[in-house]
């Protein structure tokens, strides 16, 4: 959901016909509703810098305006031999420069904030292939000693029911529970892939031969919708992830019908 103008026309007129997802829009101009601390502090780092950039932005067309009024041809026949001046070009290097640093540290805080990994009570491994995921929890073995393991196709266009996403829903979802420290470590079998969620604030490229890791705490149970995000070749477009977050309950349940499959 996002509380646009769009998304308002949409919950008045077309409610009855929406499931309300964390997935793109049509027209949508702002994020996706966030659902972890760390996507939320992206959006709050984008509203922050984005007060800067206004500042700036109109200060500079002020200024660009200004000169090219008052400094054209005929409004002014005798132009300045001015070359230089010391004091505004210290200005106008401490100036730009003490911006960066104001910004920088809310963005280094925020950074570091994201590569931490908070104990962790579940390790997902999440393999991109030519051309879909496949998802391990090896945290878990059965009789025989085997993890969970198993792929992730997208649903084709033809296959798809009423009220699903086209280009966005799989077979199998990865399930995780809310309110728990969750790592992903993500890889590849063959090319570069990116393992993508908008709303998780997560954006992790798989590497083949290189294990990546990145952490999640998912605050609210849904269903998140993400994309494959590095160009891996004709069907790069093919291999969305889904997310499904469900109580700890459920996704204890649904692990150990995994597991006695
Ligand atoms: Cu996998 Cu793009």
Known sequence: ????????????????????????????????????????????????????????????????????????ETQNIIPSTLTHGTLIEVIWTITPAFILLLIAV????????????????????????????????????????????????????????????RLLEVDNRMIIPVNTHIRIIVSAADVLHSWAVPSLGIKCDAIPGRLNQTSMFIKREGLYYGQCSEICGINHGFMPIVVEAVPLSNYIEWISNKLNE
């Open 106 to 165: 809310p963005s280094f805080s925020l950074l570091y904030a994201m590569d931490e990994i908070i104990s962790p009570a579940i390790t997902i491994k999440t393999l991109g292939h030519q051309w879909y995921w496949s998802y391990e929890y090896s945290d878990y073995l059965n009789e025989d000693n085997e993890a969970i393991i198993y792929d992730s196709y997208m649903i084709p266009e033809e296959d798809l029911e009423l009220g699903q996403f």
């Open 1 to 72: 959901m996002n509380f646009c103008v769009f998304t308002f026309f949409n919950y008045i007129f077309l409610c009855p016909l929406t499931v309300i997802s964390d997935v793109a829009e049509p027209w949508q101009l702002n994020f996706q509703d966030p659902a972890t601390p760390i996507m939320e502090g992206i959006i709050n780092l984008h509203h922050d810098l984005m007060f800067f950039i206004c500042v700036i932005s109109t200060f500079v067309s002020w200024m660009l305006v200004r000169i090219l009024w008052h400094f054209e």
